[in-house]
């Protein structure tokens, strides 16, 4: 086995891990200057939001978190599904696997609508400003005729105008 093969069969291991791990959580991002990337699954997702809360280190469970949004430097917001909503200190980088915060990525799967093909993207997580994650699965569009996925403000598809049905994503 050469070494390009070796790699892409860890990183497919490594996504089959985080799938199982995890389960495919997606949602969106946006970066620091307004981009709001739509993400399939996240795959480097922590399991925990590791912060401080009130002076105290804690661990928030990524099941509850629905939303971490920088407020300041070293502060975040973070709404959990229940509604609540904490001031805590911490990083957005620390939300994602990566061995040092300046150089963090986070590396998530997306639906690429210029290809019509499902894409693996990265994107440095100190140029992030906010994380939504979409613990329901959310909708995708499906051309019944061909097969191909589109994401949920698709009306018709952009290859051959047939309408789009909705489809949920577990």
């Known amino acids: 086995m050469n070494g390009l093969m070796k790699r892409s069969f860890f990183f497919v291991c490594f996504l089959s891990l985080a799938t199982q791990a995890y389960g495919a959580m997606g949602g969106y991002f946006i970066t620091d200057d307004g981009i709001k990337i739509v993400v399939r699954e996240f795959i480097n997702l922590q399991p925990v939001l590791r912060c401080s809360y009130r002076g105290k280190d804690v661990q928030i469970p990524?099941?509850?978190?629905?939303?971490v949004a920088a407020a300041g430097f070293q502060k975040l917001?973070?709404?959990k599904v229940d509604g609540a909503v904490l001031k805590?200190?911490?990083?957005?980088?620390?939300?994602?696997?990566a061995y040092d915060s300046y150089s963090a990525r986070i590396n998530y799967v997306y639906y690429d609508e210029i290809s019509g093909e499902t894409e693996i993207g990265e994107h440095l997580a100190r140029e992030v400003e906010q994380v939504v994650l979409d613990h329901e699965g959310g909708?995708?569009?499906?051309?019944?005729?061909?097969?191909?996925t589109y994401p949920p403000d698709y009306n018709f598809d952009p290859h051959d105008g047939t309408p789009l049905e909705v489809r949920e994503l577990k």
């Open 139 to 148: 909708t995708i569009k499906v051309n019944p005729r061909t097969g191909r």
């Open 88 to 97: 805590v200190e911490g990083y957005i980088v620390s939300l994602f696997d």
């Open 62 to 67: 990524m099941k509850v978190v629905k939303k």
């Open 77 to 79: 917001t973070v709404e």
